[in-house]
Each structure stands twice: as structure tokens, then as C-alpha cells.
């Protein structure tokens, strides 16, 4: 496989586990057993060190590890809406649009960067468009948790309660701007608006699309 090449894991709620292989252009899917993934990761490691994820959290779609310990893990979040405090109002059962989250993990368990974003809806692949962020507090695909600290982990399926935990803290008007959306509403204003709408609102009206794709939003991050 060449740079542009990709290997993608989707992993579903059942813990079935597909392939997804893209090559000089090419996009190829085969389905195997989840005791078979972890015996290939094993088997990719010589005298370097070993790979064992462990159970990895519901909706992972792409795992990196490094042999000076940390990992890379994207998750796909599938609610369609959720709590979020801005300022001193909490806005109950939220809509949102697709989220997907990566965290950086150092080998003693802290969390060293979250990265967030949204993408499009359907099949994920390495093409899926990636859109601006909407809300507050991300910078780039950069979440800046200001002087919350996030929760060390012990184990990586814990990461699948990260993304309540994160899009639950009290946020404010850090890094937002008018126009990270279609609307071009102050902060409150957008908030307002979109409490009573649904997910799909936002990519029939809200949100504005970037040069970025997924395969951008997993590779670009340095182990």
C-alpha cells in the first residue's frame, strides 16, 4: 500500500467487524471475526512489541498505536441529540448533527488532545466530507477543554463515555464565530434557534463544508 492508501475498521454495535481496504483508488470490504483482527495485529509485530487493544469502545471506527506507548482512537457518535450546557442555561435533549471524536491517549492512561468534528451521514469511508464545526471551544478539529480535566482510563473501551462527559461541560464563546455556519447568528442566537429543529437540519441548512475528509481528520495527528 502506498501513503494514499488506507485501511479503515468498522466495528458495529453486535461487535461484527468489517475491512475496509482502499487502494490506488479502490474501495474493498470483507467481513471477519473479531478474534481474527486482533490475531493479524498480533501477528504484524516482530521483536519490536506487541499490539492488543483490548475491547475496543462502541462505534470505533480507526485505532492507532506507537511504540512509545500512546494511541489514537476515532469514535462516530451516533446520537442524534444530546445535553449541553452554554453559559448558566442547559438545553435539554439537543439536536446535533454526526460527531466523530479522536482522543490521543498517553500509555499511562491521560488523555493529551481530543480532536472533534463533524461529518457527513451514510456509510463512513476515508472520503466521508468532513464540515465545520458549529458550536464553541474546537479550533480547527483542535477541542480545547479549558480547565476541565479530563478522566484518566484504564481500559480504551471507557473512551465510549467520553463524548457525554465532553459535550456536557459548561461552554462558552471560546473560539466561536458567526460564520462557522449558514446562519450567521451570535452564539445564544444559534442555540435558540436549532433547540427545537433536528439533526438533519444542520446539512439542509446550517452547516458549511471544508476541503477536509476523514482520512484528514484520522492522519493528521502525530503520535
Request: with cysteine; proline share 4%; aromatic share 10%.
Amino acid at each position: 500500500m502506498n501513503r494514499n492508501d488506507m485501511l479503515v475498521l468498522h466495528i458495529t454495535n453486535d461487535y461484527k467487524v468489517s475491512v475496509e481496504t482502499m487502494e490506488n483508488g479502490v474501495s474493498s470490504v470483507k467481513y471477519i471475526s473479531a478474534e481474527s483482527i486482533l490475531d493479524c495485529l498480533k501477528s504484524s509485530i516482530h521483536n519490536d512489541g506487541r499490539i492488543d487493544s483490548g475491547i475496543l469502545p462502541q462505534n470505533c471506527i480507526s485505532y492507532s498505536g506507537c511504540a512509545n506507548g500512546n494511541e489514537f482512537v476515532v469514535i462516530s457518535f451516533e446520537e442524534k441529540t444530546t445535553d449541553i450546557i452554554f453559559e448558566k442555561t442547559e438545553y435539554k435533549d439537543f439536536p446535533i448533527p454526526r460527531l466523530v471524536f479522536g482522543f490521543l491517549i498517553s500509555g499511562d492512561g491521560r488523555i493529551i488532545n481530543v480532536r472533534l468534528g463533524v461529518t457527513e451521514k451514510g456509510r463512513l469511508t476515508p472520503k466521508s466530507k468532513m464540515f465545520v464545526y458549529p458550536f464553541s471551544n474546537v479550533s480547527g478539529f483542535h477541542l480545547c477543554t479549558g480547565s476541565n480535566v479530563l478522566p484518566k482510563i484504564k481500559s480504551l473501551h471507557q473512551l465510549g463515555g467520553l463524548p457525554y462527559y465532553i459535550l456536557k461541560m459548561p461552554n462558552n464563546y471560546d473560539y466561536y464565530k458567526e460564520s462557522r455556519t449558514k446562519l450567521n447568528l451570535d452564539y445564544r442566537g444559534l442555540l435558540e434557534h436549532l433547540k427545537d429543529k433536528d439533526s438533519q437540519y444542520y446539512y439542509d441548512n446550517v452547516l458549511v463544508g471544508t476541503d477536509k475528509t476523514l482520512n484528514d481528520f484520522i492522519a493528521e495527528v502525530n503520535l
